[in-house]
């Protein structure tokens, strides 16, 4: 079960993302083009190019 703290936010990429990327690259995204730290305690929502969504919470 998944616990997300009351003051967290969630971010959708809207723009698949290439799964080969691994959890480095998709943290280097989150940096990036959010401006945000990986680890802020928010939940990421990244869509994949065959359209899968993949969650992050960090």
Known sequence: MLNIDT???IYV???PQGGR???DGLAGVVRTI???DFASGDLLVFKNIAGL???MYA
């Open 13 to 15: 990429a809207v723009d």
């Open 53 to 55: 969504h993949n969650l």
């Open 7 to 9: 003051t967290g936010t």
């Open 21 to 23: 990327k691994g959890i």
């Open 34 to 36: 959010l401006g945000r």
